[in-house]
Each structure stands twice: as C-alpha cells, then as structure tokens.
C-alpha cells in the first residue's frame, strides 16, 4: 500500500549511539578519556590526542565497532509506528569497510524493518524523499526535502544550530512531529 509521505532516517548517532561505540573503542586504543559532551564539533580529530588525529578515523574500518553500538531509547517503537503510516528507509553513509556490520546491527536491533529499505549513501540529498531524520546539520540543510534535525544528550555537535530547521530531541519528539503533519495533510 502506498504511504502517503517518506522518511528516511539516519543510523549513525540517530538510531544507534555509535559515537559512543567509537569513543569506547578509541579511549581503549589510546588511554584517552574522551567523552561524549567533549565533542562539540562534527570533527572529531579536533578533540582526540594528537598523534590520534589521522588515526581515530582508522577504528571506523574495524567492523567490531558496530556489534558493540548500543540502539537509543523508544527507536523500535517509533519505527514500527512510522512503518505504519509512512514509507521508511534507513539512509546511512556509505564506508566500505563497515556496511556489512551496519546491515548486520539493523537485523539484530530492528529484525521487523525490510533491510532491502536500508540505503548506503554519502549524497542524501539526491533522494526524492519527505523528510531527512539526521544529526548531521549539513545533511538536513542540503535535503531536497523537509530535513529534520535530531539532537540529544549524545550529539553536543549540533547543539549549536537551533532555530533553522524542525528539530527534536528524542524518538518521542518524531512521532509527535509525524502526528502533526499527519493532522495538517488530513485538512
């Protein structure tokens, strides 16, 4: 049955809590300490040690990184009700070195989402899709569509844009905006 509007919804650090896998994985690696709120920008090299600048990107290629990422709080239930009134897709970037440990954590993680729904790309604007559900700002500002940015207590890089695209903060957050726009296509 056709939906009537598409969401596509990013993995990294909006479904999944992989900043914090990586950052486990690299302060074991490193004898750092680095947390989470430290990072207050996309670029991570910016906060880790010094002789890790080039090298932290290196743990990304370890696919052990994704079994480890934890799925963030109400995602199942949010999917599955999204599933119900919308086409949804999981829009994810692309590192070949990973993609296979990504398709592996979606079954684990959501074994009810259709992973021939799951798209490997690093141009998400090229999709004629609704809605963009990502925590990347430069993702949602570059949609074709309406891009919707997720910031939580886990994505402090972005806490500095606020006020120029729908935002929320938590899974709940998206399916209360799903519902308003449901309420406004209806009339």
């Known amino acids: 049955m056709k939906k009537e509007f598409s969401v596509a919804i990013d993995l990294d650090d909006t479904i999944s809590l992989f900043i914090q896998s990586w950052l486990d994985r690299y302060n074991c690696k490193s004898g750092d300490h680095l947390d989470t709120d430290k990072i207050t920008d996309w670029d991570i ?14 743990i990304l290629k370890e696919d052990c990184i994704y079994e480890k990422a934890e799925i963030k ?3 199942v239930e949010t999917i599955q009700w999204l599933l119900e ?3 949804v897709y999981i829009l994810t970037a692309y590192n070949y070195n990973i993609a296979k440990a ?9 074994p009810f989402f259709l992973i021939e729904n799951l798209i490997f790309s690093n141009k998400k604007h090229i999709y004629n899709i609704d809605y963009l559900i990502d925590d990347n ?9 309406c891009g919707i940015l997720f910031q939580d207590e886990n994505t402090p890089w972005n806490h500095k844009y606020t006020n120029h695209y729908p ?4 899974w709940l957050d998206i399916q209360t905006f799903f519902e308003n726009e449901i309420k406004e296509l209806s009339k």
């Open 102 to 110: 990504k398709g592996k954590w979606i079954e684990k993680n959501l």
């Open 73 to 75: 709080k109400d995602v």
């Open 137 to 145: 700002y430069e993702k949602v500002i570059g949609f074709n569509g």
């Open 45 to 58: 090299s910016r906060f880790v040690l010094p002789e890790w600048n080039l090298k932290v990107y290196d």
């Open 167 to 170: 935002t929320v903060h938590n």
């Open 85 to 87: 009134v919308a086409d």
